[in-house]
């Protein structure tokens, strides 16, 4: 499967519909990063136009593939290997391009901007030779130059409530599950 996952932290909107950069926090570097493991996701990067949040994430992860934290944690570790911090979308696309083509941008969006259904995403991966790429937004969610772009905008990830503000975390896991999970 040559899916990966990218988590944009710009270009992405605050709650006034700015845009706006937001800043790395390890828990997503951690819980994602997880959640692409479980997944079977070839890569997760973490993309952020600012050096000095660009280095946090860096130094986060060393921290994790020093020694003492593999013996610690060695799943994590495993987690963590499959993070790779970008400056901006163009050099994830361009590093995917470079190994297996150029792949499918697939945007996420918890506005009713896409009704890709899960199913038929999905199925496609299973039958194509292509390479995915899945974009998550931090903040209150991608910016529609990113949308727009996109080749595919999925269906929002929705629950039975009218509060529908999921973390990145919760809404990546959601997304993976239903996009790879398996019922048992």
Not at 55 to 76: G, H, I, K, Y
Request: charged share 25%; net charge positive.
């Amino acid at each position: 499967m040559n899916v990966y996952v990218a988590l944009l932290h710009f270009p992405v909107y605050n709650k006034n519909k700015e845009v706006v950069t937001t800043c790395v926090t390890g828990f997503d570097l951690h819980d994602i990063a997880r959640s692409c493991k479980t997944y079977g996701i070839k890569k997760y990067f973490v993309v952020n136009p600012i050096s000095a949040q660009r280095q946090f994430a860096e130094r986060v992860l060393s921290r994790w593939m020093e020694e003492d934290s593999q013996e610690f944690n060695p799943t994590r570790v495993e987690a963590f290997n499959l993070v790779s911090i970008k400056k901006d979308l163009k050099e994830v696309i361009e590093e995917i391009s470079g190994k297996n083509g150029s792949p499918v941008v697939v945007a996420t969006s918890a506005r009713q901007k896409g009704s890709y259904p899960y199913s038929k995403l999905s199925e496609e991966i299973k039958k194509s030779k292509r390479s995915y790429l899945i974009l998550l937004g931090t903040g209150w969610g991608l910016c529609e130059e990113v949308t727009d772009g996109a080749d595919i905008v999925l269906s929002p990830v929705i629950g039975d409530a009218d509060y529908n503000h999921l973390s990145v975390r919760s809404a990546a896991a959601i997304i993976l599950d239903r996009l790879f999970g398996k019922e048992k």
